[in-house]
């Protein structure tokens, strides 16, 4: 009758603190959504068990008083008797069901483990959300299959921009007024030629040597070469072979000259294939650890196993093995960050 008082403080408290027992105390959980299963958890309350705390705070006495319509003297007796009952039951069964809430199991001689039951969710703004699987969509049409059928599309529409750019090409075409700056440059260009050509007249009348060197003024091209190449043997002078000096050519050696190319180390670093468990809890009872990893499998870790015992006698629980540190490191940043705070690495030998 206690628990279900207890379960309705749960639905408006973080925490509920049953007097020389303990303390329920609930966080909220956002929703997750298990790419792999294809599954969708709504919101909810995560609520654990804290058996330090046993100070009376009143409040579930004052609630259980109100409730009830009992004198708190009451309350406080009945709230002292199921504690003490309670207590008896986790001494010699080591787990005690509360009804409304779900499971409490003893791990040790001060932890314990709280399973809610299936379906509860303390959280209001979440109520009448369930868990259910979501179906993957596919596309059966390929990205090249919709583009040839949009293109078939805007071929057989008339839109407003082809209607414009019909319209466009049936007007006459208008000559720029801009257009009389490539005149100008046209007008400079043929002053500037027939100037050069006045210039090569003159010069290949005088009798200049410069006339050479202009080829409008001959009527072939092999005449302007054959009068050049003339004019430029003339000037040449021949030297003697016999008597020019011999050439002597000297010839650095560098020795021992060798091209180094620097060694990139990170290219030659063997890949870590080291195996490392990811740890989320460590008890001193196998049984106990068989539990824990099954409640890690139900959260979805299907590798989540325990380790053998040590040579401390702790069990280690690990929620799954991960080939190399690196890979290791960023999952245990998700464990920690989504599933447990006290997470850590574990090397296998």
Not at 185 to 200: H, T, W
Not at 274 to 281: E, P, S, T, V
Not at 299 to 308: I, S
């Amino acid at each position: 009758m206690i628990t279900k008082y207890i379960a309705e403080l749960l639905y408006e408290r973080e925490c509920v603190i049953v007097p020389e027992f303990g303390a329920f105390i609930s966080k909220e959980a956002a929703a997750m959504v298990d790419y792999v299963n294809h599954r969708l958890t709504p919101p909810s309350k995560e609520v654990v068990f804290n058996s330090q705390l046993v100070t009376d705070d009143g409040v579930l006495v004052d609630y259980l008083s109100v409730r009830m319509n009992v004198a708190r003297e009451k309350a406080s007796k009945m709230i002292h008797d199921f504690a003490m009952k309670s207590l008896a039951v986790l001494e010699s069964n080591e787990s005690l069901h509360l009804d409304g809430i779900g499971t409490l199991t003893r791990i040790n001689s001060r932890d314990f483990s709280l399973k809610l039951d299936e379906g509860l969710n303390f959280l209001g703004d979440a109520y009448g959300l369930n868990e259910f699987t979501v179906q993957p969509i596919y596309r059966r049409e390929t990205y090249q299959h919709i583009a040839e059928q949009i293109a078939i599309q805007q071929k057989a529409k008339s839109t407003r921009m082809t209607v414009h750019e019909e319209e466009q090409e049936s007007k006459p075409h208008h000559v720029n007024r801009h257009n009389y700056k490539w005149f100008r440059a046209a007008a400079y260009s043929m002053l500037i030629a027939f100037v050069l050509v006045l210039l090569g007249w003159g010069a290949d009348k005088s009798g200049s040597s410069l006339a050479s060197w202009n080829p409008f003024f001959y009527s072939s091209p092999n005449e302007f070469i054959a009068k050049y190449l003339n004019n430029s043997i003339e000037s040449c002078e021949f030297a003697n072979v016999a008597t020019l000096p011999a050439l002597e050519v000297t010839v650095p050696i560098v020795e021992n000259e060798i091209q180094l190319k620097q060694i990139d180390y990170e290219e030659l670093k063997p890949v870590d294939v080291n195996l490392y468990y990811i740890i989320g809890a460590s008890l001193t009872n196998e049984t106990d650890a068989q539990r824990c990893a099954k409640k890690f499998q139900k959260q979805g870790f299907e590798g989540a196993v325990a380790l053998p015992k040590n040579e401390k006698g702790n069990v280690r629980v690990a929620y799954e093995l991960v080939m190399g540190r690196a890979a290791a490191l960023q999952r245990l940043e998700i464990i920690k960050k989504d599933y447990n705070e006290a997470a850590w690495m574990l090397r296998k030998r």
